[in-house]
């Protein structure tokens, strides 16, 4: 499969544990996102990559979450000290080349008991 | 920042008639207009974009119109079919931004 692919696909948690969400981008493609969807909502931006700088984070990324892509490859998302509210899909698309046209992963559902 | 406005969220059509779905936008520097489609418990699928130095693209059944004086896009489907069925988001991308700015979505449902 060449394209985004996420892991885990689903993750049950229990309030206050940590949680780390891995992606693999497209492997051309030099910027990656993540979002966050939450039921019958659209996918809200949490921040951003190229390469391995992370060049824009949004105000919805509390203290308690942490993005990295140290090799400009794979990146991980770690939340801790999960909260109910934290409960959603975490979407990673990855982008490149002159279209830089954004493809998704599936997602990791996240819920926190 | 930029917001997305969509419209409606819920669309019911008759197999064979046709769908529009309607975006506004409120940033006028915003340049990139893609619409993806997600079935239930899958990933957002791209089906036709638009750049805002065009005025409308079109894809088979599918079509986009974009009217950069008023701000909004428009998703025009033809001839529907059970598998059109899905969840529909618009989109608007920043001139200096990567980020995508998504509406709410609409509900489509193709009734055979």
């Known amino acids: 499969d060449t394209g985004v692919s996420q892991d885990p696909r689903h993750k049950i948690t229990k309030r206050g544990q940590n949680v780390t969400f891995r992606c693999d981008p497209i492997s051309e493609h030099n910027r990656l996102y993540w979002y966050r969807q939450t039921l019958g909502q659209g996918p809200e931006f949490l921040t951003y990559f190229q390469n391995e700088a992370q060049l824009e984070k949004s105000r919805l990324l509390s203290d308690r979450f942490s993005a990295e892509r140290p090799k400009g490859s794979f990146s991980t998302l770690e939340i801790q000290r999960t909260e109910q509210g934290d409960s959603a899909m975490y979407l990673c698309a990855s982008s490149g080349g002159q279209e830089d046209i954004q493809y998704f992963g599936a997602g990791t559902r996240l819920s926190v008991l | 920042g930029e917001n997305v406005e969509q419209h409606p969220s819920t669309l019911s059509v008759q197999e064979g008639d046709s769908a529009v779905i309607k975006c506004t936008y409120s940033d006028s520097a915003s340049n990139y207009f893609p619409w993806y489609k997600q079935e239930l418990g899958k990933r957002p699928q791209l089906i036709i974009d638009?750049?805002?130095?065009?005025g409308e693209k079109k894809d088979q059944r599918i079509a986009v119109t974009l009217n950069k004086t008023a701000k909004h896009f428009s998703l025009h489907i033809t001839e529907t079919q059970p598998e059109d069925s899905a969840v529909y988001f618009c989109a608007a991308q920043g001139q200096y931004g990567n980020k995508l700015v998504f509406g709410a979505g609409t509900i489509l449902r193709v009734k055979s």
């Open positions: 638009i750049r805002s130095n065009v």
